[in-house]
Nanobody, 129 residues
């Protein structure tokens, strides 16, 4: 089972940018579909963005579409979340998730938290207004 470690969170002013990274180890990274979720205090975990194991398909929550971009580097075993035009409502703990997806599933972008088998510990993003 792959292990995931997120980094890159921090405090940023509204309108600013951050890039989150999620480093994977212990598995064949290119076989995994990846996702980013976030959870704010008192709220349910919500899908932010996902990328297929093939890297050719992505999907985003409506709330971040046009502002956030997910990408992956299969050489560095890392998935990224570039976050631009940040808003106070983006404040949350951001978690990375992985799910094996090969062959016919290599084009699948998973969006439900229950679809993912492996999770990181999360990184805090705080956007000040």
């Amino acid at each position: 089972q792959v292990q995931l470690v997120e980094s890159g969170g921090g405090l940023v002013q509204a309108g600013g940018s951050l890039r989150l990274s999620c480093a994977a180890s212990g598995g064949a990274f290119n076989y995994y579909a990846m996702g980013w979720f976030r959870q704010a205090p008192g709220k349910e975990r919500e899908f932010v963005g996902g990328i297929s194991s093939s890297g050719t398909r992505t999907s985003y929550a409506d709330s971040v579409k046009g502002r956030f971009t997910i990408s992956r580097d299969n050489v560095k075993n890392t998935v990224y979340l570039q976050m631009n035009s940040l808003k106070s409502e983006d404040t949350a703990v951001y978690l990375c998730a992985a799910q094996p997806a090969i062959l016919a599933a290599s084009l699948t972008v998973f969006q439900r938290s229950t679809d993912f088998r492996s999770w990181g510990q999360g990184t805090q993003v705080t956007v000040s207004s």
